[in-house]
């Protein structure tokens, strides 16, 4: 059977894995040690699941796959930040982004994941939005960027059993919200206990404001974080920065996180991008007070990291600094991103791979 065909056990979840365990005659348990082997030990080859008697194993190679993507190539930055070319089974690939939380190397991650091949939503600061959109990852492609993520770790670390990455961010390439489904049901298996056992709050969903599905997610009794890329507090400045406010103008989009916040009685965060000289003058800062004051929320300002071929600029420090403390005066909860892997272009809003 070619790889193709095979069956991808990868993003399936623990009763997906006993069913197909059944479906070859096995005992269901057999699933369960499955499950193990994927989440908990990284392991793809069927060969390595030793608790599995051989001619099962056998059996389940000529059968079914799993598919933890490649890494291609890994550039690490001065400050410990490691961004992975990713290649998915179809040869597309994606980047990942491991951030450490403390300057201690060998202590926990924040792993920035993709959850599209490219981004269809061409958001005018974002190298993603420059290239071509191809196609939505599926669930066992965004699993498998933290799976591939850590067995690259391990590879380093003297003790391999400790937790190392504790916290997802959907904020590398794509939008996670126009890949609704595969993006659920990737948080689903992240959050198993018996498996990658990610804490739903260490779970953030990042999106530039697909409405419709703000309201969905609302319905979905998750405790996952959910940060809007809003980058401009003007519906005219934002048709520029931000292509999809035309489809959900600020008024739609802002009733949508109310909505949201109502429902799950959580805090969102509101991502804005400091744009030299474009969106950070005190009547932007007025503009984005008024907005987010009525709503449980934070706001996190970036300044902008550069992107060749872009024509838009780093502010200078003294701006950022104003910025934050007119938003401080106004009463607003507001924090300055400190930047990660800038000299590899990983950090925000520079992540992009040609098309192949
Ligand atoms: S900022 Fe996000 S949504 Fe906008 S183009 Fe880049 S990847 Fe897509």
Same mark, same amino acid.
């Given at each position: 059977?070619?790889?193709?065909?095979?069956?991808?056990?990868?993003?399936?979840?623990?009763?997906?894995?006993?069913?197909?365990?059944? @479906?070859?005659?096995?005992?269901?348990?057999?699933?369960?040690?499955?499950?193990?082997?994927?989440?908990?030990?990284?392991?793809? @080859?069927?060969?390595?699941?030793?608790?599995?008697?051989?001619?099962?194993?056998?059996? +389940?190679?000529?059968?079914?796959?799993?598919?933890? /993507?490649?890494?291609?190539?890994?550039?690490?930055?001065?400050?410990?930040?490691? &961004?992975?070319?990713?290649?998915?089974?179809?040869?597309?690939?994606?980047?990942?982004?491991?951030?450490?939380?403390?300057?201690?190397?060998?202590?926990?991650?924040?792993?920035?994941?993709?959850?599209?091949?490219?981004? !269809?939503?061409?958001?005018?600061?974002?190298?993603?939005?420059?290239?071509?959109?191809?196609?939505? +990852?599926?669930?066992?492609?965004?699993?498998?960027?933290? +799976?591939? @993520?850590?067995?690259?770790?391990?590879?380093?670390?003297?003790?391999?059993?400790?937790?190392?990455?504790?916290?997802?961010? #959907?904020?590398?390439?794509?939008?996670?919200?126009?890949?609704?489904?595969?993006?659920?049901?990737?948080?689903?298996?992240?959050?198993?206990?018996?498996?990658?056992?990610?804490?739903?709050?260490?779970?953030?969903?990042?999106?530039?404001?697909?409405?419709?599905?703000?309201?969905?997610?609302?319905?979905?009794?998750?405790?996952?974080?959910?940060?809007?890329?809003?980058?401009?507090? @003007?519906?005219?400045?934002?048709?520029?920065?931000?292509?999809?406010?035309?489809?959900?103008?600020?008024?739609?989009?802002?009733?949508?996180?109310?909505?949201?916040?109502? &429902?799950?009685?959580?805090?969102?965060?509101?991502?804005?991008?400091?744009?030299?000289?474009?969106?950070?003058?005190?009547?932007?800062?007025?503009?984005?007070?008024?907005?987010? &004051? !009525?709503?449980?929320?934070?706001?996190?300002?970036? !300044?902008?990291?550069?992107?060749?071929?872009?024509?838009?600029? &780093? /502010?200078?420090?003294?701006?950022?600094?104003? #910025?934050?403390?007119? +938003?401080?005066?106004?009463?607003?909860?507001?924090?300055?991103?400190?930047?990660?892997?800038?000299?590899?272009?990983?950090?925000?809003?520079?992540?992009?791979?040609? /098309?192949?």
């Amino acid at each position: 059977m070619n790889s193709i065909d095979k069956i991808e056990l990868l993003g399936m979840n623990m009763e997906e894995l006993e069913n197909f365990a059944a @479906s070859l005659g096995q005992p269901r348990f057999r699933g369960r040690q499955l499950h193990r082997w994927i989440y908990v030990k990284d392991t793809s @080859s069927f060969y390595e699941m030793s608790d599995i008697p051989r001619e099962i194993r056998q059996q +389940l190679d000529e059968r079914a796959r799993v598919s933890i /993507p490649r890494v291609l190539k890994q550039r690490v930055a001065s400050d410990g930040t490691r &961004k992975f070319l990713m290649e998915m089974y179809d040869k597309k690939r994606v980047e990942t982004v491991l951030i450490p939380q403390s300057a201690n190397l060998s202590g926990r991650y924040t792993l920035c994941v993709s959850s599209q091949v490219g981004c !269809p939503l061409r958001c005018a600061f974002c190298a993603t939005g420059q290239g071509v959109f191809q196609r939505n +990852l599926y669930t066992h492609e965004i699993v498998g960027q933290l +799976l591939g @993520s850590r067995r690259e770790l391990k590879r380093r670390l003297k003790n391999p059993e400790e937790p190392l990455i504790t916290n997802v961010v #959907f904020m590398g390439m794509g939008e996670p919200l126009l890949n609704y489904n595969e993006v659920i049901r990737a948080i689903r298996i992240l959050n198993d206990p018996r498996g990658i056992q990610l804490g739903q709050r260490h779970i953030t969903i990042s999106t530039c404001g697909e409405a419709a599905a703000i309201k969905r997610l609302a319905e979905e009794n998750l405790q996952v974080t959910l940060a809007i890329s809003l980058h401009a507090a @003007s519906d005219q400045l934002r048709n520029e920065l931000v292509p999809i406010n035309k489809k959900y103008p600020l008024q739609t989009l802002m009733a949508a996180v109310k909505t949201y916040t109502e &429902k799950t009685g959580r805090r969102v965060t509101f991502e804005y991008i400091l744009l030299d000289g474009v969106n950070i003058s005190r009547k932007d800062a007025e503009n984005l007070a008024k907005l987010v &004051k !009525p709503l449980l929320a934070n706001v996190n300002l970036i !300044p902008y990291n550069e992107v060749d071929g872009l024509n838009y600029r &780093k /502010p200078q420090p003294q701006d950022v600094t104003a #910025f934050y403390n007119w +938003l401080n005066a106004a009463g607003l909860n507001v924090s300055v991103r400190e930047e990660h892997g800038v000299d590899i272009e990983a950090a925000c809003g520079q992540l992009a791979v040609k /098309p192949n």
